[in-house]
């Protein structure tokens, strides 16, 4: 199957919706919906492998919540809770110098590198926001903010992110200070000098409530249940390079789970020791929160922690134990609600919130519909992960236009397929837990894929090889 290019348009996109046939074969062209850090490995997998596409960015630059532009950017003091081995692109090395975890800046700056580095600038249509995306008599019609034609496409990765709307509590009475989300709390000069509770124990919440100790009058923690909180280094080496390590011993799941948890109480200790309810949960039902500095700053008094808010006061928050605090601003460190606004999300969860996805990924019936980084992993970044998720896409492709044989195998797969990706065990009941997975045990069944698809996996849809992974990553 061969491939023509055509003209661009002057906007970034492709003139029309032209359908040329080559050698009795329709072209077809694809869709990419976002330039963050899980579209852009998406986007250079298409490319190299010779697929026509458009990828459309809403902002003025790739990074997604990364992007310091971005009305969705990450809170300024934030730090990537997965190391560099676990969080780079698999033929990208970060920078020399670097620490092993990445600042908000630093995450930003590899990832404009990436997309220099394989000249994906030139293939990304950016200020170009998506109103809507219709599958259309088999195809999709896709159009643009300020656009009244679609654009027609012969499929759609969906690349949109899913930390950027954000989920509200509401508590009883009134609050007569400022209740902020901590999506938008982008700069510690928002807390300073104030009393500031922040509601929830993950990430982002014990990265406010560190800022908040040093630089606010106060700093008050309230969750409504309690979590495991691991360190960022043990024994001298990142906490999630450990448990990838540890997740290839030939040993029961069972045991391994136990392993950390012994572990952790030498490690850091009981939570009774810092004054901290037991988490009501096994060891990674619930999503561990990475930290070094939040017990730190709660033996040391410079956190004061209380259970759930049962009411608001003028500026008293009154909590479930019957303790109370005063306070100025709420940060509501609540998470965020999936949000896809642009298309019917009943192609990708279904009536409970739960992916309909195959590994997250492929649509189980349709062949032309992707999504790209909607999982949660427990340990290890998102990105790499992304990045196996745009090799199989990719090789799927080649595979519909040059090997049936492969493709129909896949076909079978992604429609009844479940494999075990995740820890073995029963999550806990919430919406993130819905799209929880084990960083290795994904990653090796992606890399398994790619083996088994063969030459799709090696080659363009016009059978030219792909570039030399490990001299992409030397020249990186």
Not at 364 to 375: I, M, P
């Amino acid at each position: 199957m061969l491939w023509e290019s055509h003209p661009f348009d002057g906007r970034g996109g492709w003139e029309g919706t032209h359908l040329a046939m080559t050698e009795g074969i329709a072209e077809k062209r694809y869709c990419i919906i976002g330039a963050g850090a899980s579209g852009l490995p998406v986007a250079k997998s298409l490319a190299e492998r010779n697929i026509a596409f458009d990828c459309f960015e809403a902002l003025g630059d790739v990074g997604g919540i990364w992007n310091p532009e971005s009305p969705h950017r990450v809170y300024g003091s934030t730090y990537l809770n997965s190391s560099q081995k676990l969080s780079r692109y698999t033929d990208f090395n970060f920078a020399e110098g670097l620490p092993h975890y990445l600042s908000a800046a630093q995450a930003q700056e590899y990832l404009r590198a990436y997309a220099r580095h394989f000249g994906l600038y030139d293939k990304i249509s950016f200020n170009s926001e998506v109103a809507r995306a219709e599958r259309v008599d088999g195809r999709w019609q896709v159009t643009l903010k300020g656009e009244s034609e679609p654009r027609i496409y012969d499929g759609l990765v969906v690349a949109n992110g899913h930390h950027w709307s954000p989920k509200m509590p509401s508590y009883p009475g009134t609050f007569d200070g400022e209740i902020l989300h901590s999506h938008d709390v982008k700069s510690k000069e928002q807390l300073r000098g104030k009393r500031v509770v922040v509601v929830g124990a993950g990430n982002s919440a014990v990265d406010i409530l560190s800022d908040a100790a040093l630089d606010g009058a106060a700093a008050i923690h309230s969750m409504r249940r309690s979590y495991y909180f691991f360190p960022k280094m043990v024994f001298g080496r990142p906490t999630d390079r450990f448990i990838d390590l540890t997740s290839r011993w030939p040993l029961p799941r069972s045991f391994m789970r136990w392993l950390y948890k012994t572990g952790m109480l030498v490690l850091v200790g009981s939570h009774k020791a810092y004054g901290l309810p037991a988490p009501d949960h096994g060891l990674f039902e619930q999503h561990p929160t990475a930290c070094t500095t939040y017990l730190d700053h709660v033996v040391h008094g410079r956190v004061r922690v209380h259970p759930g808010i049962v009411r608001l006061d003028g500026k008293t928050v009154h909590f479930t134990d019957g303790s109370a605090e005063a306070a100025d601003l709420i940060v509501l460190a609540t998470g965020y609600d999936l949000s896809f606004p642009f298309l019917d999300s009943s192609y990708i969860l279904d009536a409970e919130g739960r992916s309909k996805l195959f590994i997250h990924t492929f649509h189980r019936e349709l062949d032309d519909f992707f999504v790209a980084g909607l999982f949660e992993p427990a340990e290890g970044g998102v990105w790499q992960l992304a990045d196996y998720q745009a090799k199989l896409i990719g090789s799927f492709l080649v595979a519909l236009a040059r090997d049936s044989e492969k493709a129909d195998w896949f076909r079978k797969l992604k429609r009844d397929g479940h494999p075990d990706i995740g820890h073995g065990i029963a999550y806990q009941g919430t919406a993130w837990h819905k799209f929880e997975i084990q960083h290795y045990r994904f990653r090796k069944y992606m890399k398994g894929l790619l083996e088994r698809f063969g030459r799709a996996s090696e080659e363009t849809v016009d059978g030219a090889p792909l570039p030399d992974e490990k001299a992409q990553q030397e020249a990186a």
